[in-house]
């Protein structure tokens, strides 16, 4: 089992930045990928950035060109920087480990971290 620990949300002014990041640890060879979701209060959780051990990177179109997702290897690490932050970014941002099916380009992820909240204000 591969636990994640997140830290890094908080609230910040529309435009601004934030960086999170989560620390991977336990059975991390089981996994191959770790992503980013989030989830606004009454919408379903969605994926937005996903990074894979081969460095293959997927991003959610609302975030592209602000968001920026990055790994440390040597520190089991992923990291999500945020830039131009907007009011719709708001939503409890959650780390997995996943397994990412290339020729499906899909994420499967079953281990999460326990969410951190990201509040940006108008």
């Known amino acids: 089992q591969v636990q994640l620990v997140e830290s890094g949300g908080g609230l910040v002014q529309a435009g601004g930045s934030l960086r999170l990041s989560c620390a991977a640890r336990g059975s991390i060879f089981s996994i191959n990928a770790m992503a980013w979701y989030r989830q606004a209060p009454g919408k379903q959780r969605e994926l937005i950035a996903g990074?894979?051990?081969?460095?293959?990177?997927t991003y959610a179109n609302s975030v592209k060109g602000r968001f920026t997702i990055s790994r440390d290897n040597a520190k089991n690490t992923v990291y999500l920087q945020m830039n131009s932050l907007k009011f719709e970014d708001t939503a409890v941002y959650y780390c997995?480990?996943?397994?990412?099916?290339?020729?499906?380009?899909?994420?499967?992820?079953?281990?999460w971290g326990q969410g951190t909240q990201v509040t940006v204000s108008s």
């Open positions: 990074i894979t051990d081969g460095g293959i990177i």
């Open positions: 997995s480990g996943c397994y990412y099916t290339d020729s499906e380009n899909r994420y499967d992820c079953t281990s």
